[in-house]
């Protein structure tokens, strides 16, 4: 199921306009979530429940940034980010993509990384943990 979670009113109208995120979960807890967390701070996001529906959505717009699950059924975060990499004409070919998973070990992040992926977060997130993501992944 795709579907825009909102976009909230932000002081700053052009950074809200240029900052829009992917939130890719099969479960709908953790997207809302992670979705609430980042509308706070006014910016648009979409979510998506797998990796095919990710692919929809990442050949209609761009993003600034893709968070993906790392287990989910139907395709999981690795595969979508090696579909992502693997596909040099999608207009989110070099989009910063962010592992989201409860067990960031050695193993995991060493998946992550040759799947083609940026960085990893542990859940449960905080607000902290995610602003600071932002910052490094996002840069304004």
């Known amino acids: 199921m795709v579907e825009q979670v909102g976009y909230c009113v932000s002081n700053n109208k052009q950074e809200v306009q240029d900052l829009r995120i992917l939130i890719v979960d099969d479960e709908p807890f953790s997207r809302e979530l992670v979705a609430c967390m980042l509308e706070n701070e006014g910016r648009q996001i979409d979510v998506a429940e797998n990796g095919l529906e990710a692919l929809l959505l990442l ?7 893709v968070l993906v699950d790392y287990h989910m059924p139907v395709m999981d ?6 579909m992502i990499r693997g596909n040099s004409a999608m207009i989110n070919f070099e989009v910063p993509i962010i592992a989201l998973t409860a067990t960031v070990d050695a193993s995991t992040v060493a998946d992550c990384k040759s799947a083609g992926m940026n960085d990893c977060l542990a859940k449960p997130l905080s607000q902290n943990e995610l602003e600071e993501m932002l910052k490094r992944w996002v840069p304004r």
């Open 77 to 82: 975060g690795c595969t979508l980010a090696r």
């Open 59 to 65: 050949t209609q717009d761009r993003y600034s940034l």
